[in-house]
Nanobody
Framework: QAQPVESGGGLVQPGGSLRLSCTAS????????MAWYRQAPGMQREFVAH???????NYADSVKGRFTISRDNAKNTGSLQMNSLKPEDTAVYYC??????WGQGTQVTVSS
């Protein structure tokens, strides 16, 4: 499928962990950068993390040291490992595959 598909969202307590996955067709994934964005209620969509096709990464300051982006080009899959989650991480998380492919999003809720 051309559209990326996210999975792995859910409800987690503060301090907990979740791992999001994004799967796309090889024709759009393998040689392109991918990223994760998130959108909280009433807020604009914001950048979370980015990884090039070669594996170079960068992160929003708000998630540095807590989130890790990775990819497996052989499986056409990208991941976002989220640790030490905070209530302010609650949002719909979207996978983006360059240059223009967005997933439908997966809800992450951090609450006790």
């Amino acid at each position: 499928q051309a559209q990326p598909v996210e999975s792995g969202g859910g409800l987690v307590q503060p301090g907990g962990s979740l791992r999001l996955s994004c799967t796309a067709s090889g024709s759009i994934f393998r040689f392109n950068a991918m990223a994760w964005y998130r959108q909280a209620p009433g807020m604009q969509r914001e950048f979370v993390a980015h990884i090039t096709s070669g594996g170079t990464t960068n992160y929003a300051d708000s998630v540095k040291g807590r989130f890790t982006i990775s990819r497996d080009n052989a499986k056409n899959t990208g991941s976002l490992q989220m640790n030490s989650l905070k209530p302010e991480d609650t949002a719909v998380y979207y996978c983006f595959v360059a240059p223009l492919y967005w997933g439908q999003g997966t809800q992450v809720t951090v609450s006790s």
